[in-house]
């Protein structure tokens, strides 16, 4: 194997542990933002919209967390 094949490997490495990263980090971030979701609606009474307002949740994501809570 070639120094330049070996470049485009680690480089390509690299790339793949960048992007599992960062899907790990948003899959904690999400499964958090769940936590906190079912925390407030069970402690606080609150339905599922009230509790993603009360977490100031985009209302285009209110559908996404509404099926990951089925």
Do not use: F, T
């Not at 925390?39 to 009360?54: F, V």
């Not at 949740?57 to 099926?67: C, G, L, N, R």
């Amino acid at each position: 194997m070639c120094d330049y094949s070996l470049g485009v490997y680690d480089r390509g490495v690299e790339k793949g542990i960048a992007q599992g990263m960062a899907q790990g980090m948003a899959q904690g971030i999400e499964n958090a933002k769940l936590a906190d979701i079912m925390s407030i609606m069970k402690n606080l009474g609150m339905s599922l919209d009230k509790a993603l307002e009360a977490l100031n949740v985009p209302k285009s994501d209110y559908a996404k967390y509404e099926e990951l809570l089925k």
